[in-house]
């Protein structure tokens, strides 16, 4: 099941997304659901085209917990060594958006990069320390993710929270994807400024992370308590590279769809 976050004529709704993704947008509608898609799906009646609607983040965490150097590869590529426990930082709620919202670039950075990434959206009740079984069991769906990263930023920092923490710096979409396994899907990032020639910077696959999704959310839980709809960033693998203003990225994930943002500076 795909479960979207949407903008219509009479306001803002979580839907089911029905038919087949390989159709395209003109291809799809979406069913409006009763209040909130924790518990018990009811729908409304109402439906639209997908076409006609605004997806928004497919939800609003809490909290977003990120994990770093979570690909081999990727902890390479910037001279570091895989960590013998996941590490975390955080991404304020602030710095999430939806689809085709716009990436912003801060004036105090040279160098903001694309991270695409797998993120997991924990649902009822919630996550405290949890083992492997009850962390697998909190998880409602799964989603796409950039974890944008003013990479100067990060160096310069003692710590990670300006570098990551931008207002904007946080897309996730276009839904979330229910019962989907995880354990080896393809991550791929493109980047472009046209989009018959969109360039493939990243391109990964899940199987390769180092801790996989329910040790992460496992061992995360034990250190806060997961609500639902907080997100869960799995790590990005290798290709990390700049973005700049008049870029399109887009983040694909196997089984789910695609994240595509235009990037601008501040004004």
Known sequence: MRIARFAHAKGMSFGVVEGESEAGPQGLTIAEIDGHPFGQIQFSGARWALSDVRLLSPILPSKVVCVGRNYAEHAAEHGNEVPKEPLLFLKPSTSVIGPRDAIRLPIFSKQVEHEAELAVVIGAPGARRADRAAAARAIFGYTCANDVTARDLQRSD?????????????????????????????????????????????????????????????????????????????????????????DTVTVRIEGIGELTNSVVPVV
């Not at 019962?179 to 969109?198: A, K, T």
């Not at 034990?222 to 790590?235: E, N, R």
Request: aromatic fraction near 6%.
């Open 158 to 246: 003692s710590q990670w929270t300006r570098a990551k923490g931008f207002d904007s710096f946080c897309p996730i979409g276009p839904w979330i994807t229910t019962g989907l396994d995880v354990s080896d899907l393809e991550v791929r990032c493109e980047v472009g400024r046209n989009p018959d020639e969109m360039e493939v910077r990243q391109l990964g696959r899940t199987k390769d992370m180092v801790f996989d999704v329910p040790a992460l959310v496992s061992y995360i839980s034990h250190v806060m308590t997961l609500l639902p709809g907080d997100v869960v960033l799995t790590g990005t693998p290798a290709g990390v590279s700049p973005l700049t203003d008049g």
